[in-house]
């Protein structure tokens, strides 16, 4: 039997359906970052609809669903159209509202998801930026790195393993040693011939520190952002300027 004219056959999404609380709540437990789109009427005539499907195909790399349950709605703080983005780095649920929204785009959809795609770690770019610094959690765990570096996929992994264990109070962040990245070295007084170091950015007073040199264990880190967190840090002198290199 062919639609009812009044509503078209929505775009082939390939997208899965969470047809019930229980299976959206699953859904965004299952990754670091997920989206879901929430449509009452999931249909080409329905406005973002078919740009929503679009941008999903460009973030494969991040689990996309779409949700018309009108109970996980409700249980997600859903009140109309909207796409939202669930991460756990910081618990936090960023929302976009469609009604709210005079034009929307695949791209600046696409663009919305990667903003906000922040994870246990994340790496830092002109991007990702916008969302680290857009989030309620305002210590920087910062890893310095060459990405070419014999230890890079060590220490990368060792860092965003310990990254849950702050969640709520740090975000975990990769900055490589590049070119695009001097700006953000040269604020902790460093280059890249100095890397891999370990530092911490708290926008709540605008200061830094550097770990001092030596192994980045786990152990270390751990102790590293917990001096913060119970206010060490702050009767210790900042890295960078006016003194390149103070260290706690």
């Not at 152990?219 to 590293?224: S, T």
């Amino acid at each position: 039997m062919p639609p009812p004219t009044s509503l078209s056959l929505p775009t082939d999404s390939a997208l899965p359906s969470l047809n019930d609380v229980t299976a959206a709540e699953a859904f965004i437990e299952a990754s670091e970052v997920v989206v879901i789109g929430f449509f009452e009427t999931p249909s080409d005539e329905t406005f973002g609809y078919k740009e929503f499907v679009e941008a999903a195909k460009t973030v494969k790399h991040i689990p996309v669903a779409l949700c018309s349950d009108k109970e996980a709605w409700a249980k997600l703080g859903i009140v109309s159209d909207t796409v939202s983005i669930f991460r756990k780095a910081d618990n936090h649920q960023d929302n976009l509202q469609l009604s709210e929204t005079k034009k929307v785009e695949a791209d600046g959809l696409a663009r919305f998801i990667t903003m906000n795609e922040l994870r246990y770690i994340t790496e830092y770019n002109q991007v990702t930026a916008v969302g680290l610094f857009q989030s309620e959690v305002k210590g920087h765990l910062l890893l310095f790195i060459n990405r070419g570096s014999s230890d890079y996929e060590v220490l990368k992994d060792r860092l965003g393993a310990l990254a849950p264990e702050f969640v709520g109070k740090f975000l975990f962040v990769l900055v490589h040693g590049v070119k695009s990245n001097e700006k953000s070295l040269g604020y902790f007084g460093l280059t890249s011939r100095d890397l891999p170091r370990v530092g911490i950015y708290d926008r709540d007073s605008d200061m830094k520190w550097l770990m001092p040199e030596g192994e980045i264990s786990t152990e270390r880190v751990r102790k590293f952002c917990q001096s913060l967190i119970l206010g060490n840090l702050k009767e210790v002198k900042q890295a960078g300027e006016p003194v390149p290199k103070t260290e706690l």
